[in-house]
């Protein structure tokens, strides 16, 4: 099983509709979790991190957190053609140890 | 401009052909990573460091080597490199303040060895 699942994707979804990513991850004691966006072609950038259960909101983006079913999720709502990504759930394991999933790809349509 | 400058970019070579990929951060970062990201695997660490003169294997540290004299420099060098070290680098950094996890990216270097 590995560490961080992600679903590869793409993930279809129209302008202006609420685009869900999910992500698994298997180590009971990890703490903190992050999602990075990566353009193609380009380098990773993180958008969100989250540290506590439950919802973390920053503008059109939301971290979910449910540590008991080990599960973290990314919501983005009115999603936008610019924001046709790769997404990267990363977990930290360790120190300095940042476990990062494969990404799953979104495509946003306009 | 806060950034991890990587170079080169783009890097063709032959198996053993020593090769050294320059990592540089201007943002007093304390801690540097690299790592390499394949299709279908994800990006993974190779190595990390702690400081100046203090580094650790990461998942994949074989065939790969680091140094840091220097608190902004983190170089990777690849002593004989083989066709399966093929792939997209990325080297980080990422602040005590900030946390170790927040980490900022080069813009990549892709090396192909043939």
Redesign the interface.
Known sequence: QKEVEQNSGPLSVPEGAIASLNCTYSDRVSQSFFWYRQYSGKSPELIMSIYSNGDKEDGRFTAQLNKASQYVSLLIRDSQPSDSATYLCAVNTGFQKLVFGTGTRLLVSP | EAQVTQNPRYLITVTGKKLTVTCSQNMNHE?M?W?RQDP??????IY?S?NVEAT?K??VPEGYKVSRKEKRNFPLILESPSPNQTSLY?CASSSLFS?????T????SRLTVL
């Open positions: 801690y990573s790592y279908g695997l994800g990006l993974r660490q990390y702690m650790d990461g998942d990325f946390g170790a996890n927040v980490l990216f080069g813009a990549g």
